[in-house]
């Protein structure tokens, strides 16, 4: 049995010796055969000299490195797409998914019952309040209008058996969102949950507007939802305009037609004008979604790499 780590590293010098220290100490102790791929995604600090370092005194590490920053759902793909191991695993570099797990998730994976241990972070200490609560009502939002089933708090970080790994590969549209493909693919998850941890060193690369985004985004690829609001509130006007037209008609009657209203006609005209604007704009989003899957651009590209590994993809 060989286990696969994939670990996307953005700007990490500061946290990669101690996740290194702490994953190597973890892996040996499980004495199983294994592989550290780390990814470099455009790192513009010393990341790329340290994985180096790494690959030279342990022949288990390889390391990708990318052309440019193509995105942590590039630098997951690219893993994917180049790791050999029976189980695989996707890991932050900052320590936020922590390495000592891998131990018991191996042993869950081995009973037989599951595909795939996924964790769950249980608190969401340490984090901007308004980010978590953003992030909670975002998974409530996504799991109502969409068929990927999302759990509140998951993390990229799970175990997975290569058969998982083989449908995420087959999965290989452009608009990348994991948590999504996690679920839609589906198999048997075991959900393991434990203490959020705040990352070792370094900064995130995640700001609020990324990460509303981000969020927007995992909508738009897994929701066709959006796209219905122009017809529920085409709909829902041409309601509220025959009512309209019914009141104005009986106000004619009865009380003569003294020209009057010209406030409430502006009102009605830019609220409208607004909907079709936000409408097209909502249509706009799918568009600009599927002129990207149809350039089939690649996913990533490697300038650099320790082992023979597929270099566009
Ligand atoms: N990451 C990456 N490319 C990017 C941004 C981030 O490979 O463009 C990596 C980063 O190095 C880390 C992981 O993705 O290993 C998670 O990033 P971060 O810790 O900044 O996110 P957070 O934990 O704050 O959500
Ligand atoms: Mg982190």
């Not at 010393?46 to 590490?61: D, P, R, S, W, Y």
């Not at 060193?201 to 219905?228: C, H, M, Q, R």
Request: charged share 25%; net charge neutral; proline share 4%.
């Amino acid at each position: 049995m060989k286990i696969s780590l994939i670990i996307p590293c953005f700007n990490e010098q500061e946290a990669l010796p101690l996740f290194y220290d702490e994953v190597t100490r973890v892996l040996d102790t499980m004495q199983c055969a294994y592989e550290i791929l780390f990814v470099n995604d455009g790192s513009r600090d010393e990341t790329l000299t340290i994985l180096k370092g790494f690959a030279e005194k342990n022949e288990h590490v390889t390391y990708l490195s990318f052309s440019r920053n193509f995105g942590k759902e590039a630098a997951m793909y690219a893993g994917f797409c180049n790791a050999s191991g029976d189980y695989v695993a996707v890991m932050d570099a900052d320590m936020q998914d922590p390495p000592a797990l891998l131990p018991e998730m191996v042993k869950m994976l081995e009973t037989g019952d599951y595909d795939s241990v996924a964790t769950r972070r249980v608190n969401r200490e340490g984090e901007p309040p308004i980010r978590s609560w953003f992030a909670r009502k975002f998974y409530k939002l996504i799991n109502r209008i969409s068929d990927a089933d999302i759990v509140d708090g998951a993390r990229d970080f799970r175990l997975m058996k290569w058969e998982m790994v083989d449908a995420i590969v087959a999965m290989s549209e452009y608009n990348r969102f994991s948590k999504g493909i996690f679920g839609w693919i589906g198999f048997k998850t075991y959900w393991l949950p434990y203490q959020n941890v705040e990352r070792v060193a370094g900064e995130t690369k995640w700001n609020f507007w990324k990460l509303l985004k981000y969020a927007f985004d995992g909508i738009i690829n897994f929701s066709e939802v959006p796209l219905s609001i122009a017809s529920w509130s085409g709909i829902g006007m041409a309601f509220v305009a025959a009512i309209m037209l019914v009141v104005i008609i009986i106000r004619r009657l009865c009380f003569g037609d003294p020209v009057a209203g010209w406030a409430s006609t502006m009102c009605v005209i830019v609220f409208i004008g607004a909907i079709q604007l936000f409408c097209i704009g909502i249509m706009g989003q799918y568009l600009a979604k599927t002129y990207n899957e149809t350039k089939k651009r690649p996913h990533y590209i490697i300038s650099e790499s320790n082992k023979e590994v597929k270099k566009i993809g």
